[in-house]
């Protein structure tokens, strides 16, 4: 059981945190993944951070304006938005693996998404 929440409607340059919790004990053993999909686009990765919190990596689209945290001692997860343009606009998930990956097929639970919409 995963939950999502912090999406919503900026303008261009604005800032939102999504956060994702869960409840599982291992959490501090699983990558944490973000992945969006855009209207009439396919699933894209955005970025994710291992379980101990000192790796992470971002698709090059957003690095630089995104950053990935997590609070293990509160078994969460936040995805930090800022300079957010219109073309960000998409469905945001969040995603756990045992992998260090990019690939989506190698998570296996899944947050139900939280809509973020930026305007120009």
């Known amino acids: 059981q995963y939950e999502e929440s912090g999406g919503g409607s900026v303008q261009a340059g604005g800032s939102l945190r999504l956060s994702c919790g869960t409840w599982t004990r291992e959490f501090d053993s699983l990558v944490v993944g973000w992945f969006r999909q855009a209207p009439g686009k396919g699933q894209e990765y955005v970025g994710r951070?291992?379980?101990?919190?000192?790796?992470?990596h971002y698709v090059d689209s957003v690095n630089g304006r995104f950053t990935i945290s997590r609070d293990n001692t509160k078994k969460m997860a936040f995805l930090t938005m800022n300079n957010l343009k219109p073309e960000d606009t998409a469905v945001y998930y969040c995603?756990?693996?045992?992998?260090?990956?990019?690939?989506?097929?190698?998570?296996?639970?899944w947050g139900q998404g939280t809509q973020v919409t930026v305007s120009s």
């Open positions: 995603a756990f693996s045992q992998k260090y990956t990019a690939s989506n097929s190698d998570y296996k639970e």
């Open positions: 951070i291992s379980g101990d919190g000192e790796r992470s």
